[in-house]
């Protein structure tokens, strides 16, 4: 391991995810383990900017692993995406010895760092969100926790449904990613998941519902993604309207994105904290890591944002001249594999919901 720095930062950015704790947790103590420093960076790149940063030693993470939220803080700074806001960012770094960052959080806190790369400050990102929605990595942290939170929940409207003869639609987050509603649609049983990636027919749902109405069936979970933006509320009436099932709406918001991080959580944030000290301790900068099957990986931050805007249909003109013939087709090979699991993870979640 070529060593080169003395001292580095760590922040959270964006919106918070269980689990980011643990990341930071792992992040100081294997740089210490180096003997680098770690400064922490209060709320993400607003603390860079207004140099709120304080040196960090083992106590700071000490009984952080099981915390949700994070103890960094977390906020939007959009004066970090002006040319002032950068250049007191980079000053901060100067004025406090940092040479180099590991930034968690989603897409907007990757295309912060790459600015910061190409500025010479070397960043390392790590994904960190619930919604799962970063499609270079299998895995975002925060996740699975979010996930087991919304299971429980769910599983508790599913027990009043019962008792009432009734349905309910839920909402739930995930921002236009489908991950977390069908996920817990499946783990729930959920009789209907709708997400915005894949085509939903509302009329098939209603048969359905009154097949299990007549079979005896009394309560009906419909999951729906937060990406389906106010479908949730008009369908609820709808379903009360075509079946005569009395239906009601829960909107399951920020309350799944807090709460103590599953061991999923923890341990492959302790993993990609791990990794991305150690890419920055080998000379790497402007790379993310991603968790591909189990394995942690690490990609080229320009290359992952591509293969995001490349599932999202999202390619921007000209963005994909820099990449050889050999390079986009495997990233199409990549994101076509991606569609295919969720649309046969979907598909088997619907074979089993009646
Ligand atoms: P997330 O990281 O979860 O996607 P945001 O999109 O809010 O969350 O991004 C977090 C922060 O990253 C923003 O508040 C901003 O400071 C920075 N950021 C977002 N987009 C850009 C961009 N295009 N260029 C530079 N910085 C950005």
Not at 325 to 332: G, H, L, T, V
Request: hydrophobic share 35%; charged share 25%; with cysteine.
């Amino acid at each position: 391991m070529v060593q080169q720095f003395k001292r580095i930062g760590v922040l959270t950015s964006g919106g918070d995810a269980p689990g980011m704790n643990a990341a930071v947790r792992a992040v100081v103590r294997q740089a210490r383990d180096h003997d680098v420093e770690v400064m922490a960076i209060y709320e993400g790149y607003k603390g860079l900017i207004e140099g709120n940063v304080r040196l960090f030693d083992m106590r700071d993470v000490s009984n952080i692993i099981n915390h949700g939220g994070t103890i960094l803080y977390s906020a939007r700074s959009p004066e970090f995406k002006t040319e002032e806001g950068m250049q007191k960012a980079i000053d901060t770094c100067k004025k406090h010895g940092i040479e180099g960052i590991v930034t968690i959080g989603g897409d907007g806190t990757f295309r912060g760092a790459t600015d910061l790369s190409r500025r010479g400050i070397p960043c390392i990102g790590v994904p960190g969100t619930i919604d799962n929605d970063i499609a270079s990595t299998d895995y975002t942290i925060g996740y699975d926790t979010a996930m087991n939170t919304a299971i429980q929940m769910v599983d508790r409207l599913r027990d009043t449904c019962e008792s009432h003869f009734r349905c309910n639609v839920v909402e739930i987050m995930g921002r236009n990613s489908g991950y977390i509603a069908l996920n817990v649609g499946l783990a729930t049983g959920a009789a209907q998941i709708v997400v915005n990636e894949l085509p939903f027919d509302e009329e098939r749902m209603y048969d359905e519902i009154l097949i299990g109405k007549k079979r005896g069936k009394r309560h009906y979970i419909i999951m729906v993604s937060e990406g389906m933006q106010g479908y949730a509320e008009k369908l609820t009436e709808n379903i009360q309207l075509h079946t005569g099932v009395e239906t009601r709406f829960t909107r399951l918001g920020h309350v799944v994105r807090g709460g103590s991080p599953t061991l999923r959580d923890r341990v492959i944030a302790s993993r990609m904290g791990i990794a991305a000290v150690n890419l920055l301790l080998e000379g790497r900068s402007n790379m993310v890591i991603c968790m591909h099957g189990e394995d942690i990986e690490a990609l080229d931050i320009e290359y992952a944002l591509t293969i995001d805007h490349m599932y999202k249909g999202k390619i921007k003109e000209g963005e994909l001249e820099r990449y050889s013939i050999d390079d986009i087709q495997s990233m199409r090979h990549y994101c076509a594999k991606k569609a295919a699991d969720f649309k046969t993870l979907y598909n088997q979640a619907l074979d089993i919901s009646q």
